[in-house]
């Protein structure tokens, strides 16, 4: 597909464990969107980075979800805690730089939770 | 809130056949409106839209814009049996700094030989 790299591409946890889910752009992409698909429901934004920059996370719950773009290495989606609830597949995009271009995406992590 | 509405939800059709999808949305900032096709994996990508009235054509399919409408149509002609999956509208909100994707939750197609 796009070229967007997210692994693991299925992750297991229990309850109260951490997830951590990371997202390599397409080279020459510097902007990173998360997104989350619940089932019956469409993609819902969750955070928009740039590097080592958090642009907006407006999406984003406010307690135990957290996510990054280092200087260095992939983008990573990070949640404490694991509910039933955050079960789900979380998908990556980019984009070269802002607006108008189309984000493309990764294949997404399906997170189950046990 | 941003809101994007796709009708039908699903739909069944034979090979050869066409098919529109419809897409209605209210944004505020509006800047672009794309399609997705999204089978097990990743969408991807067919075709952003920002000028009303101009169509976009990729093959059997095609896409316009109506800024007046605040909706957009998804044509596929001739259907074939790998066109079968989800399509996905989203609309770009350009408001302050972000320019994050809202989506509706898709229309399934399903293409019988």
């Known amino acids: 597909n796009a070229g967007v790299m997210q692994n693991p591409r299925h992750l297991v946890r229990r309850r109260g464990q951490e997830a951590r889910l990371r997202c390599s752009p397409m080279?020459?992409?510097?902007?990173v969107y998360w997104y989350r698909q619940l089932p019956e429901e469409g993609l819902k934004f969750m955070v928009y980075?740039?590097?080592?920059?958090?642009?907006?996370e407006s999406g984003m719950p406010k307690e135990r979800f957290s996510a990054e773009f280092p200087k260095e290495g992939p983008s990573i989606l990070r949640i404490q805690q694991v509910v039933r609830g955050d079960s789900a597949a979380y998908f990556c995009a980019s984009s070269p730089y802002r607006g108008p271009q189309p984000q493309h995406f990764g294949d997404g992590t399906r997170l189950s939770i046990l | 809130e941003d809101k994007v509405v796709q009708s039908p939800l699903s739909l069944v059709v034979h090979e050869g056949d066409t098919v529109t999808l419809n897409c209605s949305y209210e944004v505020t900032n509006f800047r672009s409106l794309l399609w997705y096709k999204q089978e097990k994996k990743a969408p991807t990508f067919l075709f952003m839209l920002?000028?009303?009235?101009i169509e976009k054509k990729s093959g059997r399919l095609s896409s316009i814009l109506d800024k007046k409408e605040l909706s957009s149509i998804l044509n596929i002609t001739a259907t074939q049996t790998g066109d079968s999956a989800i399509y996905l509208c989203a609309v770009e909100n350009s408001g302050g700094s972000n320019y994050k994707l809202t989506f509706g939750k898709g229309t399934l197609l399903t293409v019988n030989p």
């Open positions: 980075l740039q590097k080592e920059n958090i642009i907006d």
């Open positions: 920002t000028s009303s009235g």
């Open positions: 080279k020459g992409h510097s902007h």
